[in-house]
């Protein structure tokens, strides 16, 4: 049984909700933004000052540093590196403790190691996306077309630059599924039942 699943996803996809319902259906703790609040309280600086700097592709990879803590570099970090590592440590922490779901973060890529990890990427068609945006994130349709463009871009900008992966690419993922196309229903009743898999 996956002990840690995390969900990439494209904005508006419903990834969001998926994983809230999956965590709640399992009894697994979810993490998603409130990793960067738990990130901003070790910085000792207030959210509000670093929450653009999230999911913010950086000029260096932390991932390329080794998996115990940063050491005696640590102030030669930008802010968005500091940031990242931060949260990068919390999803570790996360994982060894177990049941729980992680939203975003380049989560599924820190925890690439791990035998106990779903990696699920969420995605939908942009018509579908749009509606949802409108719906559900309350976006004016005129505006909706281009707040998916440029949060996808910063996702995935944030996810290549420090992964060296492919955001969405179906080969870093255990699943791949078009939210779109299933509904969210069906979207957790197959996640839950992925979960057992192993």
Not at 6 to 26: F, M, P, Q, W
Not at 60 to 72: E, V, W, Y
Not at 156 to 181: A, C, H, I, R
């Amino acid at each position: 049984m996956y002990q840690v699943i995390t969900i990439e996803r494209e904005y508006a996809s419903g990834g969001n909700e998926i994983g809230k319902r999956l965590a709640d259906a399992l009894g697994y703790k979810l993490y998603d933004r409130n990793i960067l609040t738990k990130a901003a309280q070790e910085l000792q600086i207030a959210s509000i000052y670093i929450e653009n700097l999230e999911e913010t592709p950086s000029g260096s990879f932390i991932f390329n540093l080794s998996r115990t803590p940063i050491g005696g570099n640590e102030k030669n970090l930008s802010l968005t590196e500091k940031l990242f590592a931060a949260e990068k440590n919390i999803i570790e922490k996360a994982a060894e403790e177990g049941g729980c779901v992680i939203v975003g973060r380049a989560a599924g890529y820190i925890l690439r190691e791990r035998k106990d990890c779903l990696r699920v990427f969420i995605h939908a068609d942009k018509e579908k996306r749009i509606k949802r945006a409108v719906e559900k994130e309350g976006l004016k349709e005129s505006e909706a077309e281009n707040t998916l463009k440029k949060i996808d871009k910063r996702r995935s900008g944030f996810f290549n630059s420090v992964t060296k992966w492919e955001w969405g690419n179906p080969g870093y993922f255990g699943l791949s599924m078009d939210s779109g196309q299933l509904g969210m229903d069906l979207c957790v009743k197959l996640l839950k039942e992925a979960v057992k898999a192993p």
